[in-house]
């Protein structure tokens, strides 16, 4: 997957924490008592569930799979201090071809994994998600996005 893609599915910082709150929202009943976020992407809805779900134990593991718009090689850079438990919360931002999530499964086998964004390829390693996203469809997430001025289209055309 690259940004070469025609499908674009841009998220704003209010649909993301609003997705997010539907994951825990979809989380509540359940006991959590740790959080491990998958560096980058997952440290955000990390956070959020976290303070949604009253989790005080929260972690990294910092993983390494994309030069900003391409797929390559998986790299574990950190691993986290916590131990795998049926209680740990594994999360991540997004599902795409899954080989994040392979390598998640094998050190945290027991741990609830769970993205807020899934495509079809990764859809099956993850317990529970909120958004569908098509597997040829790039995802501009709102970290890796700015607001900038937009001209108004009576301007575009002198």
Known sequence: MSLT???MFYVSWEAFHRAT???AKNLLGREFDSIVAVSRGGLVPAA???????????DSICVSS???DQQRELTILKNAALRDS???LVVDDLVDTGETAKALRELFPTACFVTVYAKPQGKPLVDLYVTDIEQDTWIQLPWDMELAYSTPLVDQHK
């Open 86 to 88: 049926p209680r740990l």
């Open 66 to 68: 994309y030069d900003h």
């Open 48 to 58: 959020i569930l976290a303070r949604e779900l009253n989790i005080r134990v929260v």
């Open 21 to 23: 709150k539907v994951l």
């Open 5 to 7: 893609s025609n499908k």
